[in-house]
């Protein structure tokens, strides 16, 4: 028993040696009009934490507010996991598997799960541009009595994302 203790502690030891935990995230301003209605302002943060295991393998949890002004604000929260299949010293490409839950005003609630996939501009050893580009899989949004469910590939110009991680 003591061997395998032992055995364990010196696997999470080498693990975490190789392992990073980098910071970052978006965020988005802009004006927006409806109709004859005056200009409004909305707004998206969403910071990021999370763990580099090795050059193919991450883990996060990325959580979010957006809302526009005098208007609708939400609230959503997504784990994922992020496997970068193409690495080079400047640029990875990946792709996240990610789950992630949206709570709207007036008791709406929002589910996905599927995968994004991005690109990561390494500019320094510390500091990355992320992109992620598109979905891929289920989301779902509505009340106990309307619900809006969608299953397939989403890629038009209100689902690109911008961020920048920082590595310790």
């Not at 200009?39 to 996060?60: D, R």
Request: charged content about 20%; hydrophobic content about 40%.
């Amino acid at each position: 028993m003591k061997k395998f203790f032992m055995s364990m502690a010196a696997m999470v030891v080498a693990i975490s040696a190789s392992a990073q935990v980098y910071v970052g995230g978006g965020m988005g301003l802009a004006s927006q009009k409806v109709g004859d209605a005056d200009s409004k302002l909305s707004y998206k943060l969403v910071p990021e934490i999370g763990y580099q295991f090795n050059k193919q393998w991450e883990a996060g949890l990325s959580v979010g507010w957006e809302g526009v002004e005098d208007g609708a604000h939400t609230f959503e929260i997504a784990p994922y996991a992020r496997y970068n299949f193409c690495t080079t010293k400047l640029v990875d490409l990946f792709l996240e598997g990610t789950v992630g839950y949206k709570h709207y005003e007036h008791d709406v609630d929002g589910y996905e799960f599927g995968i994004k996939p991005g690109i990561k501009v390494n500019l320094s050893d510390n500091v990355a541009f992320v992109t992620k580009v598109g979905f891929l899989g289920y989301q779902q949004k509505g009340t106990d009595n309307f619900k809006v469910k969608k299953f397939g590939f989403d890629l038009d110009g209100t689902n690109i994302q911008f961020g920048v991680n920082y590595k310790f």
